[in-house]
């Protein structure tokens, strides 16, 4: 659960910056999904 917590937090704060108008939800689901692979 801690493990998830970080990585869900990690994800959370780095969307702050990459979500910009016109991004397109394809954009946001590959940078929450490398980020979750890093952490495997």
Do not use: C, Q, W
Request: aromatic share 8%; no cysteine; proline share 2%.
């Amino acid at each position: 659960m801690r493990t998830a917590g970080k990585v869900n937090n990690e994800i959370f704060e780095g969307l702050k910056t990459f979500i910009k108008p016109g991004i397109s939800t394809m954009d946001i689901d590959a940078y929450v999904e490398e980020v979750v692979k890093k952490h495997e």
